[in-house]
């Protein structure tokens, strides 16, 4: 198998772990936000600890160490974002989730634009209309108690994209991955003593519990972002995105197939505008990088 057809398999591949947002929806029946995120994120370091000491990439993971202060603030807006996840997650359904979290997609690239002085073209602009438009609908065509609880996940949505961005601009020159594991560590540090200062910490997990956690971290905050990686490491960033953008309907399958769970009309008509719009903004980056960038030139 080429380079190509594995990068694409790998793209495929994470986008089919959209199965954590079950997850951690599932935790939650037995635990509270705050411990539920806590262990979700502590669980997470320890895969990513397995993984990289006994490799090469423990020697990288001393970079870090240079760089503690911009990766704990990228640990503090993960920590945001995953403690409104988890919150909104508490009422919504997970397809309704996984849509909405497409928007992490498109706040990166505002923010980029507003922070970092970079270009909207006038696709792209269509590309974040469409987002919008299909945001709209998820969050609108409901009762109250369910566009408060979509505008929580918005929120977590640009929590997680001010990690991304702020990622882009602190940390240069270091192994994506051992900055993953850095910043997944930190954020388990920060959601520790978040969840001891609230008063909400719960060591009583239940085993149940527990193999949800085990399986939702195994899943979520290791086995995707590595498989997103090596993914990136065989094909262009933007087609790798593109792909991705595609979890949701994935996340719509488990649904129906395993929890006899069927979504309702307007989030698959609104969450497929969505997913549209990220597949039009990701392609239109591709094809900026290109007329700027010469062929073999690394790709962002």
């Not at 497409?102 to 974040?128: D, H, K, N, Y």
């Not at 527990?210 to 972002?225: D, K, N, Q």
Request: glycine fraction near 6%; hydrophobic fraction near 55%.
């Amino acid at each position: 198998m080429d380079k190509e057809r594995e990068g694409i398999l790998l793209s495929v591949l994470t986008s089919a772990m959209g199965f954590a947002y079950f997850c951690n929806k599932k935790m939650l029946l037995f635990l509270n936000v705050e411990t539920s995120t806590f262990l979700w994120f502590s669980l997470g370091s320890l895969f990513y600890l397995s993984y990289i000491l006994p490799s090469k990439r423990r020697k990288k993971m001393k970079i870090l160490l240079t760089e503690l202060k911009k990766v704990l603030a990228i640990a503090i807006f993960t920590g945001i974002g995953a403690i409104l996840w988890f919150q909104g997650t508490v009422v919504a359904q997970p397809t309704n989730v996984a849509f909405i979290f497409q928007f992490s997609r498109v706040f990166t690239v505002l923010a980029g634009i507003l922070l970092l002085g970079e270009r909207l073209s006038p696709r792209e602009g269509l590309g974040v209309l469409l987002a919008l438009t299909g945001g709209f609908i998820l969050t609108y065509t409901g009762e109250e108690a369910r566009i408060l609880n979509n505008l929580v996940l918005l929120a977590s949505a640009s929590s997680y994209a001010a990690s991304h961005i702020l990622a882009k601009i602190y940390v240069k020159d270091v192994d994506p991955i051992s900055l993953a594991a850095g910043r997944t560590m930190l954020a388990a540090v920060l959601l520790f003593f978040y969840s001891l200062a609230t008063g909400r910490l719960d060591l009583a997990v239940p085993l149940e519990a527990l193999s949800w956690a085990l399986l939702g971290a195994f899943i979520a905050p290791f086995l995707a972002v590595i498989f997103y990686y090596e993914a990136f490491k065989r094909v262009e960033l933007s087609k790798v995105a593109a792909i991705i953008s595609t979890q949701p309907f994935f996340t719509a399958l488990y649904a129906v197939l395993f929890f006899a769970t069927l979504p309702s009309l307007w989030q698959m008509v609104g969450g497929s505008i969505v997913t549209l719009g990220v597949m039009v903004l990701t392609s239109s980056r591709r094809s900026e990088l290109r007329s700027r960038k010469p062929d073999g030139a690394p790709r962002e």
